[in-house]
């Protein structure tokens, strides 16, 4: 946290800087999560603030450490980007069942627009789906002071709260007044006693206890409802009577530039929503618009209790960030055709990276590339134009697989699983497991990508590079043992760029094998290759003096 302090007390920070001073001030013990961009600053910078913060190899595992801890009555906080949540849905969807006796916010940064993501999904349908209430913050300021408000409400009612940001909201950098300076902590923040209790019929979820946990848990929907209406974080600002706007999150912005005459109604808690008071605010405007980004959730939900609402046509603006010119068109009922806006330079893969050199060549010998999600998924693009698909985190082994049973042998042998090294802790492992369970006649070849860190997301550490988000050393995944164990009776090891030749040569007599073969093409990522290689020359020293769980402060191994 670099910014200072103005004469007022005030900070310029983006919304995921505000979010990791507020988690601070708040009193969190414990952060994790998995990175994902438009997320990924957050534990970064409640690390940088003193507090305790670690990645997961993924959003599941996150969500469940969590978890834990806020059994023992701990403040947690869990980040991901919205995608990840489709990872940790599965403990998402009964935790709400079990509740946790401390504070637990899970932050879902949402990516209207796709600047970084294979899909534009709306996480507020899993606050619906799995009954956990929902906050939206509109900017940074909201993002400090709202935190706040969620863990009470986790509290109060014993149950996990959705924490619903998106890329603007994120990245924005706007004033943000705390409640003390950054490297204080207020006077009144939560410090519980970290104990646990048992109560098997809480968190023991066997239908005998699950079919009374979903009874009081739409009890509680129904109490923090009444709490949303009479006592929940909105702002009614009443101007002129013949224009409303509903609405949340950056939207409201927006709102107010395009039409600064009109009232509006911000919601804070978007779920479950304070209908008694939509209907007030509708009750006292002329005409009502709901604006939003993403699906048209929040009209639906509108007009599904009876209300007269317009809202934008999801032909047009369903896609995409909402913006001060899309709000006004929608404000006059403007349907045409948006200009389509000047097509940027395409992303590449950087000058040097060690990626090049593999797609290069798995290109020259033809083969069907089942590719996976990283900075190495831009290979699919020219020049090089050598991914054939990408679905989602650890599906490049199992589509590969797929192709392998159902392809005439000669199709066969060409297809390649190419995943990189974060993405394969992630969720490629099991893939590694599916193949040596049912191998394919014609076998089969995973590549794992190993550049050293996770480097589309900022170059954050993972359980393959031996150091923690702190950098501190800690224990490091073999992929070579992996590989093995899991059943590969071929695992090799090379340097794509210092072994170009073996390397092709490993995977053209690998292709002809009915064989399972493992190659880790290990080269370090060109923007991080200083720090990995300073890492690896203290690593040697701190293995060398057999440290267990040592610390690395300032290139010096304590």
């Known amino acids: 946290m670099h910014a200072s302090q103005d004469s007022q007390g005030r900070l310029l920070l983006s ?33 940088a603030l003193g507090g305790k913060a670690q990645w997961a190899p993924n959003e599941k595992v996150a ?30 969807f009964t935790m709400t069942y079990s509740g946790m006796q401390g504070g637990y916010v899970l932050v879902v940064a949402d990516d209207p627009g796709m600047a970084s993501s294979q899909n534009e999904q709306d996480s507020r349908r899993y606050a ?24 009470e409400t986790s509290e109060r009612w014993g149950i996990p709260v959705l924490y619903r940001i998106t890329t603007r909201v994120c990245h924005s950098k706007s004033a943000v007044k705390p409640v003390c300076s950054p490297d204080q902590m207020p006077k009144d923040v939560y410090n519980p006693s970290i104990q646990f209790e048992r109560n098997i019929a809480a968190r023991v979820m066997v239908p005998g206890h699950a079919k009374p946990a979903h009874r009081r848990l739409r009890a509680k ?5 009444a709490w949303n209406n009479t006592q929940g974080p909105h702002r009614t600002e009443m101007r002129s009577a013949n224009v ?25 808690m978007t779920f479950p929503l304070p209908m008694a008071l939509i209907k007030a605010f509708v009750a006292g405007v002329k005409r009502c618009v709901v604006l939003e980004e993403n699906d048209p959730w929040l009209a639906t939900a509108l007009r599904a209790a009876g209300l007269q609402v317009e809202s934008k046509n999801d032909a047009i603006f369903r896609f995409g960030e909402m913006s001060v010119d899309r709000v006004r068109r929608i404000l006059r009922n403007d349907d045409s055709i948006e200009p389509v806006p000047p097509r940027g330079k395409p992303p590449e893969l950087c000058a040097g990276c060690p990626h090049r050199s593999s797609f290069e060549v798995l290109k020259e010998l033809d083969c069907i590339i089942s590719g996976d999600i990283g900075c190495y998924t831009l290979a699919a693009l020219p020049p090089l134009s050598a991914m054939d698909m990408m679905i989602d985190m650890g599906a490049g082994i199992g589509m590969g697989l797929g192709l392998r049973h159902v392809l005439p042998e000669a199709e066969a042998r060409k297809v390649v699983s190419v995943i ?139």
């Not at 834990?68 to 990840?84: E, P």
């Not at 929907?221 to 409802?225: D, F, G, I, Q, W």
């Not at 509903?246 to 911000?266: D, Q």
């Open 15 to 47: 919304g995921n800087e505000a979010i990791a001073l507020a988690a601070k001030h708040c009193g969190v013990h414990l952060a994790t999560g998995y990175p994902g961009t438009p997320s990924s600053e957050i534990l970064d910078g409640f690390q």
């Open 63 to 92: 969500a469940e450490v969590a978890l834990g801890a806020a059994f023992a009555k701990a403040r947690v906080m869990v980040t991901m980007k919205h995608v990840g949540l489709n990872v940790a849905s599965d403990v998402l």
């Open 128 to 151: 619906e789906a799995a009954v956990a209430p929902m906050f939206e913050p509109c900017d940074s300021q909201e993002a400090y002071d709202l935190l706040k408000v969620a863990f």
């Open 221 to 225: 929907l129904a109490e923090m409802e």
């Open 244 to 268: 409303g706007i509903i609405t949340a999150g950056i939207c409201y912005h927006h709102a107010r530039e395009a039409a600064p005459e009109a009232s509006t109604l911000r919601l804070g």
């Open 420 to 558: 990189g090294d974060s993405t394969f802790l992630h969720s490629g492992i099991t893939g590694l497991l599916e193949a040596a369970y049912n191998p394919p006649p014609t076998g089969h070849v995973v590549v794992i990508l190993d550049n050293g860190t996770t480097a589309m997301t900022g170059q954050q550490e993972h359980p393959g590079t031996g150091r923690k988000l702190n950098s501190d050393f800690t224990n490091r995944v073999s992929y070579e043992a992996l590989g093995r164990a899991a059943g590969f009776p071929n695992v090799l090891t090379i340097n794509p760029i210092r072994e170009r030749d073996v390397f092709k040569d490993a995977v053209q007599k690998s292709l002809a094998k009915n064989e399972l073969t493992l190659i880790i093409a290990k080269s370090p990522c060109i923007l991080a290759v200083s720090h990995i290689v300073a890492g690896e020359k203290e690593r040697k020293v701190w293995e060398s003096n057999g440290i267990s769980g040592g610390v690395k402060t300032e290139g010096k191994v304590l």
